[in-house]
């Protein structure tokens, strides 16, 4: 019995709406799981990184007494640059503390406070004029403390399982209810450098250091990027030699980014003598990583110009270039823009390859210039993640914040630039 074609299709189509929804309810599996998964990954970083936004601090009354500083001469800078600094604060606990006499109980008195609080005298003391004048501070605390006051260490547990023993507790505690030590917003963390010790650990250092080396990074794949694909799509003949150029410029985009920082290596720091851990050598590194993204992007806004904007122009009587650069050009614009910016977003968080040329090191000093010893964000957030103390836990969950933010206004402007500029044929 022949079967009709509406009853060929009457028969599967039960079958074929089962494999629909399947597909559909799998669809949605995906997306919800890859959701979930982005809420969990948010969550964990936003949680872990949140408490690098506040330090805990103690309010203390300096004497700047200059027989304390050991300055004889105040109109001598060496006795300055190697003055007693942290006695001055030892000084000031010690008189908070009268009771406290033992060497044992000092010791764990002068370790409440971070430190590296002695800079801040030091910094403080820029003003010659305060030498024997009486200021009051807020330090910040020793890391230890900082985790007990956000709770990060149970107070609870027997003394020998924790790190803040229990005369230790006792000083907290009196400092807390007299109002001397309190949870303020962690300024050191976006005004410092790198530090060994947590609560002195800063991101701006590397924040610098990132923005050298974007600038670098633009001002030489973006031009470069622009003119290469301006001439593979519209100068270029059609032969082998072209071919070849645009098959290795797409298997270039796929390479591992390590294998630009070999190149780095081998090339610019060995043969070139380019010192190490500069933002020119990282950016030089970048450019070339960042290249082929640019060129594909540049030359796909090219390419979605509409053929009439040429045709019509050369019909007006423009010559070749005057077509590309016053017609075509303009309008490809936006979509050159939004590639060189997402491929800008991916330097930004790369840090295989910076690692390879040195950027790696331990930079405490505050870059002033493209060469100066610098490191990036990502490197920093790599050397915090090795560090044992559970500070830097939350100070590298805190960069890669910051890190995301960036990228997420990076990306965003991308999305911005191409819905406000972007032309519809």
Known sequence: MNLTTIEIVNKTLKKRRQKERVFRAAGLVSVLTGLAALVFLLHTIVGNGWGAFTQSYIQLPLKLDAQVLRIDNPLDEEEWDYANYAGVIKASLRERFPEVTSRKQKRILYRLVSPGASFQVKQLLDDRSLLGSEVTLWLPADDDVDSLIKGYINRELPEKERRVKDFALTLIDDLVSS???????????????????????????????????????????????????????EFAPKNRFIDLIEININNLAAVPSIVFGLLGLAIFLNVFGIPRSIPIVAGIVLAIMTLPTVI??????????????????????????????????????????????????????????????????????????????????????????????????????????????????????????????????
């Open 296 to 425: 594909i992007s540049s030359r796909a806004a090219l390419g979605a110009v509409p053929p009439s904007i040429r045709e019509a122009a050369l019909g007006l009587g423009a010559s070749k270039m005057q077509t590309i650069f016053d017609h075509v050009f303009p309008l490809a614009m936006p979509g050159m823009l939004t590639g060189s910016i997402i491929g800008m977003a991916r330097a930004l968080g790369e840090t295989a390859p910076l690692l390879m040329i040195g950027m790696v090191a331990f930079v405490v000093d505050i870059p002033g210039s493209f060469t100066d010893p610098a490191t990036v964000l990502p490197v920093q957030i790599f050397l915090w993640s090795d560090s044992p103390e559970r500070a830097f836990v939350e100070r590298t969950s805190g960069a890669i914040i910051i890190l995301l933010l960036f990228l997420v206004i990076m990306n965003g402007l991308a999305v911005w630039l191409r819905n406000k500029f972007e032309q519809r044929w």
């Open 179 to 233: 109002g001397q030590l309190e949870r303020k917003f962690n300024v050191i963390f976006f005004s410092a450098g790198d530090s060994s010790e947590p609560e002195q650990a800063g991101i701006y250092g590397s924040m610098l250091g990132s923005f050298f080396t974007l600038v670098v990074t633009l001002i030489l794949s973006f031009p470069i990027g622009v003119a290469a694909a301006i001439y593979l799509e």
